[in-house]
């Protein structure tokens, strides 16, 4: 570890499949899972006899993951900055240890990778999995409003995560199609050898916007139309 800087210990753990499509959003999911129930069983149901109130109640909702996303992965780089000051030395470029990163440690990039300055591929790992866990945390808000049940959305979430995790180990062509991959920029084309040329980086920037306005959108209806 004597050669490596700041820029290895980031891609070891933003960059590393497991921990960024399981650990991350399995631990998000908890903090998230409650946005819109905790309210039907308190003051939230003083807002359900006007119609524009309740579509008030849910975008709010929609905005404060923006916002809860936005800190929760901030303060993930800014833990991991701050322990790379005990850990390795600061450079602007990258390592003479990130040259064996593909073999050395996972999330590492391969060679052809690193003629990519440090901040841009750092730039990318956080968009995807910022947007990411965004447009998945809206998600399982919307599930646990559907099923009145902060857990079961949680339970939901979590196997989608480690199902993800299981697509990459053993069919790794296939990650587009897992929810949480989305979110590893290991996992896109150009990094992965195995991920199918569709599979970029805007691709799955892209998705997650249109997922976050198509969810968000079902849950508009569906917090109008129900009766508590």
């Not at 916002?67 to 850990?87: D, M, P, R």
């Amino acid at each position: 570890m004597h050669d490596a800087n700041e820029w290895d210990i980031l891609l070891e753990m933003f960059n590393d499949p497991f921990k960024v499509a399981v650990l991350l959003p399995a631990v998000y999911f908890t903090m998230i899972a409650d946005t819109a129930t905790r309210d039907l069983d308190g003051w939230g149901y003083m807002i359900w006899n006007r119609g524009m109130s309740r579509a008030q109640w849910w975008w709010s909702k929609i905005g404060a993951l923006c916002v809860t996303t936005f800190i929760y992965t901030n303060i993930l780089w800014l833990v991991a900055l701050f322990a790379s000051l005990f850990l390795v030395r600061f450079e602007s470029h990258w390592s003479k240890f990130v040259f064996l990163s593909h073999w050395s440690y996972q999330g590492g990039l391969t060679v052809h990778q690193l003629l990519v300055p440090p901040p841009i591929i750092m730039l990318k790992i956080w968009g995807l999995i910022t947007i990411g866990l965004y447009a998945l945390s809206v998600c399982v808000v919307l599930l646990a409003f559907v099923f009145h049940h902060a857990g079961i959305a949680w339970m939901i979430g979590a196997a989608t995560s480690i199902i993800s995790y299981g697509i990459w180990v053993k069919i790794p062509q296939a990650s587009a199609w897992a929810p949480t991959l989305h979110l590893v920029l290991l996992t896109h084309y150009g990094f992965s050898s195995k991920a199918p040329a569709y599979f970029s980086c805007i691709f799955s920037i892209v998705g997650g916007f249109l997922l976050i306005i198509i969810i968000g959108a079902i849950g508009h209806l569906l917090v109008l139309k129900r009766e508590f």
